[in-house]
């Protein structure tokens, strides 16, 4: 039973790389700009203090 599951995630890491549902996916949120600015300022307020 482990190996079945096994093979079920792997199969959906292959489908997301081979199709465009990973770039769809990641590109739809990068392009609300919701996590870009979060990130930007994590960076920004890390290097600040070092």
């Known amino acids: ?3 079945e ?3 079920k ?3 959906v890491v292959e489908d997301l790389p081979d199709g465009k549902v ?3 996916s990641v590109q739809e ?3 609300q ?3 870009t600015p979060i990130l930007r ?3 920004r ?3 600040e203090p070092e």
């Open 41 to 43: 300022r994590s960076s």
């Open 45 to 47: 307020v890390r290097r």
């Open 5 to 7: 599951e096994s093979k």
């Open 33 to 35: 700009e919701p996590q």
């Open 22 to 24: 990973t770039h769809e």
């Open 9 to 11: 995630e792997y199969a």
């Open 29 to 31: 949120p990068t392009q």
């Open 1 to 3: 039973e482990n190996r």
